[in-house]
């Protein structure tokens, strides 16, 4: 891991496509009586896929093998000042997330909304049970989890949830920051519901859906952004145990009472495709050295910052001293896991990043407003720059086996969990 610090193409690349994505700067266009959104971390994401050698066939190779690798396990490192910030955001609205605690919890039942939506549209396509796994979720890694414990990756099941896994990688964030905001300009739910909706468990795709969403709204985001971060962090605790109790007895119920028989696709064609997916995961950061976790997320809070400051607002000295305090809320977390390993590095940051922003005293509100000067969007856009880079053949080859299906119900449970929790979380606010 420590290998990729001297990357310094892939570094420098991602700072230009970040430079280039913020002097673009948010561009909106109507449609009926809603918008679509296109903010700079979409732009870096897009230019940095086109980018990709593995995308453009190798005809534009500005980036080595090593470089492609390196920014796969960069996203390891680089979404951790990003939880810390969100962190940042709960801990100054604690009071109001508490009080929106009866939506939060409804907006996980919300997400049932991918099995009712996209599950009968899957088996109509003639999926057979890779319908199970591709639709009882939104299909991040704790959901690959359960499905491999359930019935193993090398199953019909496991190859519908890898298929919209990779489709989540490849464009989940495009997605949800297009969704978002033109949802959003309707006015159909509250703004509360609709952050509390983006949170699906997953720091990208939140990331992207929460951005977008304040862009659209306006006024003050913090508060917005705190309940995205609220309800991301309750849909990753609950997740495991919500998908094994609840959504995935649900889907196969509805399997046995809906399917007349199963897809054409063999096990063995899963099987196949599957293992195309598998592969070494990048390394998890309660695995690495302090002084590797310190430098990488430094390197991403530095290329960050850079963005932050193309746009007016507070100075570089105040925005440092808030990259720093986010740094130092990973290393806080990194050294937490090491004494409870049981508990993974983003819970602990999260935590971490909570407590120091509870409002009362000096020293958090001094945090509180150091960090308030690092836009929450500055901050994911190089994220988003490393994830285009981080697309791998794998990912591709699962992609065009799983065909346009495959395709279709990804979009569709990104929408439905979107709404569907929205929609849940606005009965209560």
């Keep these: 891991m420590s290998r990729v610090l001297g990357l310094p193409r892939l570094h420098l690349t991602v700072l230009a496509l970040v430079i280039v994505a913020q002097l673009i700067g948010i561009r909106e266009i109507a449609i009926g009586d809603g918008s679509i959104l296109f903010l700079p971390l979409l732009y870096a994401f897009v230019l940095a896929a086109l980018l990709n050698p593995v995308i453009n066939g190798r005809r534009v190779r500005l980036l080595s093998d090593a470089d492609l690798q390196g920014a796969t396990s960069l996203l390891v490192i680089g979404i951790l000042p990003f939880l810390a910030k969100l962190g940042t955001l709960i801990g100054p ?63 019909p099941e496991g190859a519908g949830v890898m298929g919209v896994y990779v489709c989540g990688t490849l464009f989940g964030t495009v997605v949800l920051s297009v969704l978002a905001p033109l949802v959003a300009s309707l006015g159909i739910f509250s703004n509360d519901a609709m952050a509390i909706g ?179 969007l500055a901050l994911t856009t190089p994220v988003l720059a490393y994830a285009g880079f981080a697309i791998s053949a794998r990912e591709i080859t699962v992609f065009k086996r799983s065909g346009w299906r495959i395709v279709l119900i990804a979009v569709v449970v990104f929408t439905a969990s979107f709404i569907g929790a929205t929609a849940a979380a606005d009965l209560f606010t």
């Design 198 to 376: 983006c949170g699906v468990g997953s720091g990208s795709l939140t990331a992207a859906c929460g951005a977008a969403l304040t862009a659209q709204i306006g006024g003050d985001p913090d508060a917005l952004l705190a309940l995205a971060a609220a309800s991301n962090l309750l849909t990753t605790a609950l997740g495991v145990a919500f998908a094994l109790y609840i959504s995935l007895p649900l889907v196969e119920r509805l399997y046995r009472l809906l399917a007349r028989r199963q897809s054409a696709d063999t096990s063995a064609d899963a099987s196949q495709r599957t293992k195309v997916a598998t592969g070494t995961s990048p390394p998890s950061p309660a695995d690495l050295r302090p002084i590797t976790v310190a430098a990488l997320a430094v390197l991403v809070v530095a290329i960050a910052l850079i963005g932050n400051w193309i746009d007016p607002g507070d100075g570089p000295g105040r925005t440092v001293i808030g990259g720093l305090l986010l740094v130092a809320m990973v290393l806080a977390g990194y050294g937490a896991t090491q004494l409870v390993p049981r508990v993974p590095p983003i819970v602990w940051i999260s935590f971490i990043a909570v407590l120091v922003t509870i409002p009362g005293t000096f020293v958090t509100d001094w945090i509180s407003d150091r960090v308030a000067t690092v836009d929450f």
């Design 93 to 155: 609205e604690l009071r109001s997330i508490i009080d929106a605690g009866p939506a939060l919890i409804a907006s996980e039942f919300g997400h049932l909304a991918t099995i009712a939506v996209a599950f009968p549209l899957a088996l109509a396509l003639g999926m057979g049970r890779e319908a199970i796994g591709a639709t009882f979720s939104i299909d991040r890694e704790p959901n690959i989890a359960v499905i491999t414990d359930r019935y193993g990756l090398a199953t």
